[in-house]
């Protein structure tokens, strides 16, 4: 199969073909039909959360069921499926509590690789999903079945970037309707937090960017208000809006924007960090300021999404209308144009760019 590797940190990644073993138990290879761009991804391959090369990258993708191993019931060959690096053991404390997105499990996938070189070096899957590829071996629990009918690029981004900027907002922070939310970085899971305000029917919904374009999206996806801080006092501008903020959300992987969206809250406020910033990032707060005015300082992993019920959740609200996918689909590549596809997004051009095979 042909696969996109990265071989060293803040290099091009590199189209060749690779070898991939069959599913092992408990394991499905799927065929990937598309592949979205992350920010992670693009984090990994910089370098800046640490980590080896070579691997394969990519993690926000759909597909159809190729092979299942031994025992597999959930799914069959031919099946179409979003594959997500989310992967539950269903035994563990998290999973038995509805909060199977911090399973404990320690996955063979994170420690052996399926995929090799052609000259038998091991490429080991980013995040135990490893999509910028033709095939992947994933966990079971990392693929839900779809409908048919899914568009697969739409299908793609419900794997990361949909759950993780909306599940911010409905599953870990559980905004109330005519909530004051602000979300700090309007990119494609900025975007998806905003709609999740939207649907919980916040007000208002403050859009903060440096980039115009970007903001002027911002209000197709549900923003009332946009913030260029760029241009203007960022903190300031939303105090004028809102007197205080209820909830924050910073999409954005930067330490400074943390402290400016903690600076945003009203006294009982919410920070929800979203967005990854560098392994090296630290921030510091003084204990009273959470004290004093009983603010909170949280983050979300991955949406709080629980993979299973959540997916076919959000299909329906796209099939039904309400929410947006299409729209945050901005081109769409081959394999070969991965390097170009990832400038792209680099660059700010992209909301989110597709790999499609």
Known sequence: MKAAVCYEFAKPLVVEEVDIDPPKKDEVKAKIAATA??????????????GKVPFIGGHESAGYVE??????????PGDPVVVSLIASCGKCV???????????????LDRESRAHSKSGQDLPPLVRT????EYAIVHESQVVKIPADMPMDCASLLACGVITGFGAVVNRAKVEVASSCVIIGTGGVGLNAIQGAAISGAYPIIAVDVLDSKLEASK?????????????????????ITGGAE???????????????????????????????????????SPLMFIKDEKTLTASYMGSTELQTDIPKMVGLYRAGILKLDELITGRYPLEQINEAIDSVVKGKALRNVIMF
Not at 94 to 108: A, I, K, N, V
Not at 130 to 133: E, L, N, P, R, S
């Open 130 to 133: 490893g999509t910028f590829a």
């Open 67 to 76: 092979e299942v191993g031994k025992d597999i019931t959930s799914v069959k």
């Open 247 to 285: 909830y924050v959300f910073v999409t954005v992987g930067n330490a400074d924007a943390i402290l400016q969206g903690f600076g945003m809250l009203r006294p009982g406020g919410m920070t929800v960090v979203v967005g990854l910033p560098k392994a090296t990032d630290t921030i510091t707060l």
């Open 37 to 50: 761009i992350c920010h992670s991804d693009i984090h990994v391959c910089m370098g800046e959360l640490g």
């Open 220 to 240: 197709t996806f549900g923003a009332t208000h946009t913030v260029n801080a760029a241009k203007k006092d960022a903190v300031e501008a939303v105090r004028e």
């Open 94 to 108: 998290y999973c038995r509590t509805g909060r199977s997105h911090l399973c404990s499990y320690m996955w063979p």
